[in-house]
């Protein structure tokens, strides 16, 4: 353990600073947030489209977004990783975006910041 966290909440820290990393080479480069998110998901879903092609397409900075996505790349394969171990046989991971826009898929009386 690191100052008190497991490799678990490790791996997380480093996996939510490297989608903040893609976000902000995306928001910089005056592109909204979605944007940012649709390429994060392209990388956590196992895309294989051209990071060359997504810079182009958005006007985003080709060698900044390359060592973003990677930084992504290898932050997502090392939590799924770290996962694995306490959890026997495949670990599979759900990505589903209706949370946010649909009335019906939110919870109720549970705090924002806490897991669903």
């Known amino acids: 353990m690191l100052n008190g966290k497991g490799p678990i909440e490790l791996a997380r820290e480093r996996l939510v600073k490297a989608v903040n990393q893609v976000l902000g080479v ?13 390429l994060v998901l392209m990388v956590l879903v196992g895309g294989r489209a051209s ?7 958005f006007g985003l900075d080709y060698a900044n977004l390359l ?3 990677g930084e992504l790349d290898d932050a997502w394969r090392d939590y799924l990783e770290v996962l694995s171990g306490p959890v026997k046989g ?3 991971v759900i990505i589903d ?10 919870g109720r009386d ?4 806490g897991n669903y």
Do not use: C, F, I, M
């Not at 928001?27 to 947030?33: C, D, I």
């Not at 549970?110 to 910041?113: E, K």
């Open 97 to 106: 975006d209706t949370v946010d826009h649909k009335e019906y898929s939110r």
């Open 51 to 57: 990071v060359r092609n997504a810079a182009e397409t």
């Open 90 to 92: 495949q670990v599979a």
């Open 26 to 38: 995306v928001r910089r480069n005056g592109r909204s947030r979605k944007v940012g998110l649709a």
């Open 110 to 113: 549970v705090s924002p910041h």
């Open 67 to 69: 060592e973003a996505l």
